[in-house]
């Protein structure tokens, strides 16, 4: 192997480390970001749009099912039934103020 080959290797380990990087973690960074953090790769700009769109479908995907799990927890919930339980073991006290104003009966010129 020449000294030549032995210089690339790393460079090429180190990309494609960062690569995999940011492919795995990009769906919690913006485009910005992964763009700043694969910038001293120099990747073609096709392969740079590849890992910026495979992040934000993995962004979306990701937020989808959130999205479905929290909403599958909310239908769970009996909201009648802990509201209930709530207002069994806590005293409600409310404070009001009012104030009664008598109006002007002489019209303003």
């Known amino acids: 192997m020449a000294a030549d080959d032995e210089s690339k290797e790393p460079k090429i ?3 494609l480390k960062k690569l995999f990087a940011a492919g795995v973690s990009g769906a919690l960074m913006s485009e910005e ?20 769109q495979g992040a934000q479908k993995s962004k979306d995907e990701i937020t989808g099912r959130v999205s479905k799990e929290i909403v599958g927890l909310i239908d769970k919930i009996d909201i ?16 009001a103020e009012i104030e009664i104003i008598k109006k002007d009966d002489k019209p303003k010129t």
Request: hydrophobic share 45%.
């Open 33 to 52: 970001v992964i763009r700043t953090y694969l910038a001293d790769v120099k990747l073609p700009k096709e392969m740079l749009q590849l890992v910026i």
């Open 13 to 15: 380990s180190e990309a």
């Open 80 to 95: 009648v039934k802990e509201v209930s339980k709530f207002a069994e073991t806590h005293k409600f006290k409310i404070n």
